[in-house]
């Protein structure tokens, strides 16, 4: 979606390093959210936001965390990698008032 | 957080065929929608629907909200519709944050 870019698409990192998740929107939108997606799990919430610098955890915020400097970027920090953490990492954003939520294309991470 | 089934998990059609996908959830909502992840994992929304029916060409969704439950379905099937398709439910407090089903992944075959 031309709204909303993930960056990077892959990323392939050693357990123990930081990584940082970037998504960006041009929508304008007040919620932003990091979802991860696993085999038999489907997507399950890991941090949201719902506003610039207000944050708060999802279902299974263990071991990342997040920031929102402003509107258009959050970004997702994983402290100290773990293989656990391997998955496809979606953002999502949403309008205020609104009930449509709109994805990226994700960006697949493997920690080896 | 709520609790959100799917069934079937897996589901084999013959091109041209009908089929109904079911998302079964654990309380009241205030949201729910129907989402197709295409071959390539993009995530597309193809219904708000926290009650009533839909029609959207060959799809259409229905919710029964009082019985917790929520039926998408496919009528003459095609290649394209292949992919998993998720329910996603919120309960209307927070951020309204979507809980999501594991999921029916679909195949089409010609």
């Known amino acids: 979606d031309a709204g909303i870019t993930q960056s990077p698409r892959h990323k392939v990192t050693e357990t123990g390093t930081p990584v940082t998740l970037r998504c960006h929107q041009t929508?304008?939108?007040?919620?932003m959210y990091w979802y991860r997606q696993d085999p038999g799990h489907g997507l399950r919430l890991i941090h949201y936001?719902?506003?610039?610098?207000?944050?708060d955890k999802g279902e299974v915020s263990d071991g990342y965390s997040v920031s929102r400097s402003k509107t258009e970027d959050f970004l997702l920090t994983l402290e100290s990698a773990t293989s656990s953490q391997t998955s496809v990492y979606f953002c999502?954003?949403?309008?205020?008032?609104?009930?449509?939520?709109?994805f990226g294309s994700g960006t697949r991470l493997t920690v080896v | 957080g709520i609790q959100v089934e799917q069934s079937p998990p897996d589901l084999i059609l013959q091109e041209g065929a009908n089929s109904t996908l079911r998302c079964n959830f654990s309380?009241?909502?205030?949201?729910l929608q129907w989402f197709h992840q295409n071959p390539w994992g993009q995530l597309i929304n193809l219904f708000y629907?926290?009650?009533g029916t839909k029609q959207n060409g060959r799809l259409s969704a229905t919710t029964v909200a009082t019985e917790r439950y929520s039926l998408l379905y496919i009528s003459s099937s095609q290649t394209t519709d292949s992919g998993v398709y998720f329910c996603?439910?919120?309960?209307?407090?927070?951020?309204?944050?979507?809980?999501f089903g594991t999921g029916t992944r679909l195949t089409v075959i010609p």
């Open positions: 999502a954003t949403r309008a205020a008032g609104g009930y449509g939520y709109t």
């Open positions: 929508e304008n939108h007040r919620y």
């Open positions: 936001s719902y506003g610039v610098k207000d944050t």
């Open positions: 309380d009241s909502v205030n949201n």
């Open positions: 629907i926290p009650s």
């Open positions: 996603a439910v919120d309960s209307g407090t927070g951020a309204n944050n979507l809980f």
